[in-house]
Nanobody, 120 residues
Framework: QLVESGGGLVQAGGSLRLSCVAS????????MGWFRQAPRKEREFVAS????????YYADSVKGRFTISRDDAKNTVFLQMNSLKPEDTSVYYC???????????????WGQGTQVTVSS
C-alpha cells in the first residue's frame, strides 16, 4: 500500500514537499516513481528513483525544480517541488515497481494521489 501526502494550495513560485509512505518490508527493493494527471489530460511521468537511490530521472518540464529522494529506513519516497508553476497543478501519484522507467508499465503498485494546486 502506498499513501501520498503533502499536497495543497500554493502560489506560483512556492514550494511543496510530497511524501509517499509504503507498507511492507520490501520497500528498499523497489524503484519508485512520481506521476501526475491534470483534468482532461493523460497521466504523465514526473520523476523516478532506482532501488538504491543512486539514479534519478526527471521529466524535462520539472528538471531543475523538482527533486526525488528516498529514505528506506522510513519506507518513504519524497518529491521536493520548488519554483512551482500553475501548469504543475495536478493530482500527484507515487508508484512502486521494478525499474525506474518513465512509462507506467513497470509499476504495479499505485497510491491514491494527492492534489497539488498552484495559483497564479
Amino acid at each position: 500500500q502506498l499513501v501520498e501526502s503533502g499536497g495543497g494550495l500554493v502560489q506560483a513560485g512556492g514550494s511543496l514537499r510530497l511524501s509517499c509512505v509504503a507498507s511492507g518490508r520490501t520497500f528498499s527493493t523497489f524503484a519508485m516513481g512520481w506521476f501526475r494527471q491534470a483534468p482532461r489530460k493523460e497521466r504523465e511521468f514526473v520523476a523516478s528513483i532506482n532501488y538504491n537511490g543512486r539514479s534519478t530521472y526527471y521529466a524535462d518540464s520539472v528538471k531543475g525544480r523538482f527533486t526525488i529522494s528516498r529514505d528506506d529506513a522510513k519506507n518513504t519516497v519524497f518529491l521536493q517541488m520548488n519554483s512551482l508553476k500553475p501548469e504543475d497543478t495536478s493530482v500527484y501519484y507515487c508508484a512502486a515497481g521494478s525499474v525506474p522507467r518513465s512509462d507506467s508499465a513497470p509499476y504495479p503498485y499505485w497510491g491514491q494521489g494527492t492534489q497539488v494546486t498552484v495559483s497564479s
